[in-house]
C-alpha cells in the first residue's frame, strides 16, 4: 500500500470555541463564522457538501452553492430532476456541509429539505447571468448524453430559437430549504484537541452541548 500520505500533517491552529463565546441562536452562530469566512477571501466561502440519501440508503455527496439562509434554513439551488433531486423525493432527510481550511473550521448541519415558493426560485433565476439561466434550461442535470457536442448542440439550438428573448425559469429548476435540527460547529485547535460544539432542536430551543473530538 503506497503510504506516502501518511506524513501529510497539518497542525490546527485555530481560535478556540468555548461555551461563553457561542451565540445561544445556531443561525447567528453560523451567520458570525460564514462573515469571517467571506471576509477573509476565502476561496468559495459558500460552497457545502451536500448529502442526500433515497429510498436505496446509499448516501451520495457533491458541491453546491449556499444562496440564502435565514432563521428557518439554507437555500440552494438544482435541478429538481437530478440525482439529488429525485433523492430528496424519495427522503427529504439530509445534510449540508461547510469546510473553510484557513480558518480550521467545519460546521455540519443536518434537517429536512423542502422546495422554495415558486416565485423565490424565480426571483433567483432572473438574477443570474443570461449564460447561466441557458445552461440550467438545456442541461438534463446528471443525465447520460453521449457526448460534449451533444450538449453544445443543445446550447447552440436553444440559443438560434431565442434570440432576443427573456428567458423563463424551467419548472424543473428551484430552489431547496435545508431546515435544520441539529447543528455541529467545530473548531480545529491545537494537538487534536478540537472544539465541537452541538445544537439540537428541543421542543422548547435549542439545546447545546459539547461533543468530544
Ligand atoms: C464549486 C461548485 C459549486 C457547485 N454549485 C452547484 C449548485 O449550486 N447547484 C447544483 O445543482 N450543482 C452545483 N455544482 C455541481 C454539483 O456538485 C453536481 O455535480 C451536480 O449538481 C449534479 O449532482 P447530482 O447528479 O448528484 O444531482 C457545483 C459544483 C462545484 C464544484
Not at 100 to 124: M, T
Amino acid at each position: 500500500m503506497e503510504t506516502i500520505l501518511y506524513n501529510i500533517r497539518n497542525e490546527y491552529r485555530g481560535d478556540s470555541l468555548l461555551e461563553e463565546q457561542l451565540d445561544p441562536n445556531p443561525f447567528t452562530q453560523f451567520k458570525a463564522w460564514l462573515d469571517m469566512a467571506m471576509n477573509n477571501g476565502l476561496p468559495e466561502p459558500t460552497a457545502c457538501t451536500l448529502i442526500t440519501t433515497g429510498t436505496d440508503l446509499k448516501p451520495s455527496g457533491r458541491i453546491v452553492l449556499l444562496k440564502d439562509f435565514d432563521h428557518e434554513g439554507f437555500v440552494f439551488f438544482t435541478n429538481y430532476n437530478s440525482r439529488k433531486g429525485r433523492q430528496i423525493n424519495e427522503n427529504p432527510n439530509g445534510s449540508i456541509l461547510f469546510f473553510w481550511p484557513d480558518l480550521f473550521r467545519q460546521v455540519r448541519i443536518e434537517g429536512c429539505f423542502a422546495k422554495i415558493h415558486e416565485d423565490e426560485s424565480a426571483n433567483y433565476f432572473n438574477s443570474r447571468p443570461e449564460e447561466s439561466q441557458i445552461s440550467s434550461i438545456i442541461s438534463p442535470q446528471s443525465e447520460i448524453i453521449p457526448t460534449r457536442n451533444f450538449l453544445e448542440k443543445l446550447w447552440d439550438d436553444y440559443v438560434d430559437m431565442h434570440k432576443n428573448n427573456a428567458h423563463e425559469r424551467p419548472t424543473f429548476w428551484g430552489g431547496y430549504k435545508l431546515m435544520p435540527t441539529y447543528f455541529e460547529f467545530w473548531q480545529g485547535r491545537v494537538n487534536r484537541l478540537h472544539d465541537r460544539i452541538i445544537y439540537e432542536q428541543t421542543e422548547t430551543g435549542w439545546n447545546t452541548y459539547r461533543l468530544a473530538p
